[in-house]
């Protein structure tokens, strides 16, 4: 049974730094691509960074340049560094985790979401 839990969420304020953790288990971790999405009440859920199934990286435009994803394949952890935090990063941030088979998605799981809130 694939689990994905985030932690390091919180209480920032706009200029601070926070650094987001998930950690993966019943995966063969190096086998997928995984994300960090956000989603603020009333709104869909968008991509906020990425690792692709070739190992490039893609970020929201808005978060270009202050967040970072980085992954540990020995640890199973996937982690989204903040910085420069804004209060329209405001959101609840989830771990994603998916796997392609012959370009379809056949795996997709989540973890059950961080609360970040910016504000002074």
């Known amino acids: 049974q694939v689990q994905l839990v985030e932690s390091g969420g919180g209480l920032v304020q706009p200029g601070g730094s926070l650094k987001l953790s998930c950690a993966v288990s019943g995966a063969i971790f190096s086998m997928y691509a995984m994300a960090w999405y956000r989603q603020v009440p009333g709104k869909q859920r968008e991509v906020a960074a990425a690792?692709?199934?070739?190992?490039?990286?893609n970020y929201l435009d808005s978060v270009k340049g202050r967040f970072t994803i980085s992954r540990d394949n020995a640890k199973n952890m996937v982690y989204l560094q903040m910085n420069n935090l804004k209060p329209q990063d405001t959101a609840v941030y989830y771990c994603?985790?998916?796997?392609?088979?012959?370009?379809?998605?056949?795996?997709?799981?989540w973890g059950q979401g961080t609360q970040v809130t910016v504000s002074s």
């Open positions: 994603n985790l998916r796997r392609y088979c012959s370009g379809v998605l056949c795996e997709d799981y």
């Open positions: 690792f692709t199934t070739t190992g490039a990286t």
